[in-house]
């Protein structure tokens, strides 16, 4: 298991705080603000918005929190109008591509904090376009395994259109060129999964090993802290460590 997915597995073990959650809540608000400014609030004439909703299902956020953020966007609110897309490339150890989505108001501010978190964890800021030829985009889907059979998923997903499906641990993840993401999408609801996560990602072309505990500790603290960070909504990176080493890294 690797990479983004190694990373998606670890993450979906882990029981978000309530500090978690609020910090949550404020980064798929900017989500939406974002998506409804710039093709309005219905969600049945804006895809972008529908994503951003699909994503306050995930974490849970209270209808209130997404239609004060849909009001907030379309009616060019002071707030939701400042927040520019920015994507963030850099280096972390053992030469690991890392790549972080943000929503900003203000990029000299984010940059800033964004490289002091890069070279406190061993690593560095990269230029624009310095790593993003390592990755591609992909639909991607987490359905837990519960009782769901491995062959009903994985069938119901390659028939969708899905390019890639597997069991890892405790989910299936599943992955599809982005044209057929709302395809395999419906297919999966309509067959009665359950969407533990829905969305467009950046997934590595190849993969870097990393054998090294420490190394490896410093790769996970460092896209620990990236995400932490209240401007970032998305971390990308091509590492791949093995099973055992990151089993110890995670249990500290």
Same mark, same amino acid.
């Given at each position: 298991?690797s990479?983004?997915?190694?990373?998606?597995t670890?993450?979906?073990? #882990?029981?978000?705080?309530?500090?978690? &959650?609020? &910090?949550?809540?404020?980064?798929?608000a900017?989500l939406?603000?974002?998506?409804a400014?710039?093709?309005?609030?219905?969600?049945?004439?804006?895809?972008k918005?529908?994503?951003?909703?699909?994503k306050?299902r995930?974490?849970?956020m209270p209808?209130?929190?997404?239609?004060?953020?849909i009001? #907030?966007g379309?009616?060019?609110?002071?707030?939701?109008?400042?927040l520019?897309?920015?994507?963030? =490339?850099g280096?972390?150890k053992a030469g690991v591509a890392?790549?972080?989505?943000?929503?900003?108001?203000?990029r000299?501010?984010?940059v800033?904090?964004?490289r002091k978190?890069f070279?406190?964890?061993?690593g560095?800021l990269g =230029?624009?376009?310095?790593v993003?030829?390592?990755?591609?985009?992909k639909?991607?889907?987490v359905?837990p395994k519960?009782?769901n059979?491995e062959d009903?998923v /994985?069938?119901a997903? /390659? =028939?969708a259109?899905a390019s890639d499906a597997e069991?890892a641990?405790d989910?299936?993840?599943?992955?599809c060129d982005p044209?057929?993401?709302?395809a395999v999408k419906?297919?999966?609801?309509?067959?009665?999964?359950e969407?533990?996560?829905g969305?467009?990602v950046?997934q590595?072309v190849?993969?870097?090993?990393v054998?090294?505990?420490?190394d490896g500790r410093?790769?996970?603290?460092l896209?620990?802290?990236?995400?932490?960070?209240?401007d970032v909504?998305?971390v990308?990176a091509?590492?791949?460590?093995?099973d055992n080493?990151m089993?110890e890294?995670?249990k500290?």
């Open positions: 298991m990479g983004h997915s190694h990373w998606a670890i993450k979906h073990k #882990k029981q978000a705080s309530d500090a978690k &959650k609020g &910090k949550m809540f404020s980064k798929v900017k939406i603000m974002l998506a400014r710039e093709g309005g609030a219905d969600p049945a004439n804006n895809i918005l529908q994503y951003a909703m699909d306050a995930e974490v849970n209808r209130d929190n997404v239609d004060r953020a009001k #907030k379309a009616g060019g609110d002071q707030e939701g109008s400042k520019e897309d920015v994507m963030y =490339e280096f972390g890392v790549m972080a989505e943000a929503l900003t108001d203000n000299n501010r984010t800033s904090e964004i978190v070279e406190t964890k061993g560095r =230029e624009v376009n310095s993003r030829r390592m990755f591609e985009r639909g991607f889907f359905i519960g009782s059979q009903a /994985l069938t997903a /390659l =028939e259109g069991l641990g989910i299936f993840e599943i992955t044209k057929d993401f709302d419906k297919v999966l609801k309509a067959k009665g999964f969407l533990k996560t969305e467009i950046y590595p190849n993969y870097v090993p054998n090294d505990k420490e410093k790769l996970v603290e896209v620990e802290a990236l995400e932490d960070h209240d909504q998305n990308y091509n590492f791949d460590i093995p080493i089993a890294i995670v500290g």
